[in-house]
T-cell receptor, first 110, second 114 residues
């Protein structure tokens, strides 16, 4: 079952611009995570935000969480060509299970 | 650094063959997971294990089985491969706490069933 749904499905920007991706989910959560996947590779964890947090930063990444709207956003500032990848949100479940959304494909043009 | 390795990056098998996909993690993680990833469908959980010899079905277990005889190794088995099992298979592991769990992924195995 798909808990997280990302929006947009694809995003194309120029280097230096900011990229914003959104994630909506359906049931209550303890935390929400964002992962990145380079083409044909495994996923890499980017950031985790707990349900009692509203905003979190890590380098050029900024994540917000609005539990009342059951939504989260990932902002990548000053994007680089190397940021080109798919980005997934994931919500937690029992036994450490995660439910992933379908992802946003980000293309950053040099 | 956590390392999760998968036995093959690419695999080509014939319909009806028995297929083994191996995953090994080196961080003494309790939890291990197998996903398949298909375009437009995202990652879907096939099976997971929270302890040696323990296994639980995920969202799409049909046609698959798993084995976890040692803590570091989690195998996915396709008993009789079919063309609809052509996919990217991703293994992951996590520490074992109930919540706030980061998963560490292997590089993936792209399986083609002819």
């Amino acid at each position: 079952s798909q808990q997280g749904e990302e929006d947009p499905q694809a995003l194309s920007i120029q280097e230096g611009e900011n990229a914003t991706m959104n994630c909506s989910y359906k049931t209550s959560i303890n935390n929400l995570q964002w992962y990145r996947q380079n083409s044909g590779r495994g996923l890499v964890h980017l950031i985790l935000i707990r349900s009692n947090e509203r905003e979190k930063h890590s380098g050029r990444l900024r994540v917000t969480l609005d539990t009342s709207k059951k939504s989260s956003s990932l902002l990548i500032t000053a994007s680089r060509a190397a940021d080109t990848a798919s980005y997934f949100c994931a919500t937690d479940g029992s036994y450490g299970k995660l439910t992933f959304g379908q992802g946003t494909i980000l293309t950053v043009h040099p | 650094d956590v390392k999760v390795t998968q036995s093959s990056r690419y695999l080509v098998k014939r319909t009806g063959e028995k297929v083994f996909l191996e995953c090994v993690q080196d961080m003494d993680h309790e939890n291990m997971f197998w996903y398949r990833q298909d375009p437009g469908l995202g990652l879907r959980l096939i099976y997971f294990s929270y302890d040696v010899k323990m296994k639980e079905k995920g969202d799409i277990p049909e046609g698959y089985s798993v084995s976890r005889e040692k803590k570091e190794r989690f195998s996915l088995i396709l008993e009789s491969a079919s063309t609809n099992q052509t996919s990217m298979y991703l293994c992951a592991s996590s520490f074992g706490a109930m919540y706030q769990e980061t998963q560490y992924f292997g590089p993936g195995t792209r399986l083609l069933v002819l």
